[in-house]
């Protein structure tokens, strides 16, 4: 059974905190029980120098919604090619607060500014990505060719 929590400035600072001291530079505080729950719900701290691959949820049911707590997010989606088909700051008490994200968009995300978190909600369960739900123009995490990829990605909000 899920405990109710309040979710305030202590509890952003510290899942930034953690996102900036994880390896990959991100890290998830899930309000959702396992794996296995129905409704993913969860506080996502990402910093400058984190890669998200670009990718899209293919299952119907897997449309994706996100808001900004922390911080300012550069929002990037694609078409399948990998072609940029839109661009957009989301900012915690800007104009553009969230974005939500059909099934089957190509999409990826780079942090502006140090200690950003935004609030993640999405159907369950949670399944690895698929091949093709995985943007094969893109290279993965982890690939050397990754850090250039995050450089090109985070150009695109230079002058915004």
């Known amino acids: 059974m899920s405990k109710i929590e309040i979710i305030d400035q202590a509890l952003l600072l510290r899942v930034a905190e953690a996102g900036a001291a994880s390896p990959r530079r991100r890290k998830n505080y899930n309000f959702h029980a396992a794996d296995t729950d129905a409704s993913h719900r969860l506080l996502n701290a990402i910093e400058p120098d984190s890669y998200i691959p670009p990718h899209c949820h293919g299952d119907a049911s897997k449309d994706e919604t996100i808001l900004i707590l922390r911080g300012r997010i550069g929002m990037v989606l694609f078409n399948p090619e990998g072609v940029v088909t839109s661009t957009h700051v989301l900012e915690a008490c800007g104009d553009k607060i969230g974005i ?53 990605l985070k150009e695109l909000f230079v002058h915004l």
């Open 100 to 152: 939500n994200i059909p099934h089957g968009q190509f999409h990826s995300l780079v942090a502006l500014e140090p200690g950003s978190v935004f609030f993640e909600s999405k159907a369950g369960p949670y399944q690895p990505l698929s091949a093709q739900e995985k943007a094969s123009w893109a290279p993965p995490e982890g690939d050397p060719e990754a850090i250039a990829y995050l450089m090109k």
